[in-house]
């Protein structure tokens, strides 16, 4: 069964540094997403993504971030100049495989660690 | 703007009780979902309610959805242990942008 796959699934990195979160979604679907889930709270939205650029972004999505679909298969989200809050588990997410109005399927989380 | 409600945030119940949770959202909405999430895990979907009425079940866990009232309720029937998890209810809609939006999550711990 296709599935959206996260790497690495967990990374430690120090505070001020820049990581790169990768993403490969389902293969033919096209709207690709960014969730976060701070330890012990709820789903936050990040970011949507569809034909090769942002759709929309939530009020966390700020400068710091950026997304990325470098080569038709992987889906990045780059954190720069990272802060001890940004310590979260990123969640991608991949749907619309037949049109927007479709479900969206979760990859297993990366867990970013800021030290 | 889409806001969603989860009741209770937390529940401890013994092995074979039953229980509801409850998921209010503030708007109309295209789609109603729950999520069940382990420690330190992904989320695993659950159910997807996509009209009035809807009703699915799956084991001892049956979601319903009532739009009119923008109210959804996964009940827990003759509850085991291993259902000790965390459960989202979420709403998405192509008015905004089909994000997903979520509770806060229930914690339900079974006791034995």
Known sequence: ?115 | ELKVEQNPLFLSMQEGKNYTIYCNYSTTSDRLYWYRQDPGKSLESLFVLLSNGAVKQEGRLMASLDTKARLSTLHITAAVHDLSATYFCAVDGMEYGNKLVFGAGTILRVKS
Not at chain 1, 82 to 89: I, P, R
Request: charged share 20%; aromatic share 14%; glycine share 6%.
């Open chain 1, 1 to 115: 069964e296709p599935e959206v796959t996260q790497t690495p699934s967990h990374q430690v990195t120090q505070m001020g540094q820049e990581v790169i979160l990768r993403c490969v979604p389902i293969s033919n679907h096209l709207y690709f997403y960014w969730y976060r889930q701070i330890l012990g709270q709820k789903v936050e939205f990040l970011v949507s993504f569809y034909n090769n650029e942002i759709s929309e972004k939530s009020e966390i999505f700020d400068d710091q971030f950026s997304v990325e679909r470098p080569d038709g298969s992987n889906f990045t989200l780059k954190i720069r100049s990272t802060k001890l809050e940004d310590s979260a588990m990123y969640f991608c997410a991949s749907g619309g495989a037949s049109g927007a109005n479709t479900e969206a399927f979760f990859g297993q989380g990366t867990r970013l660690t800021v030290v």
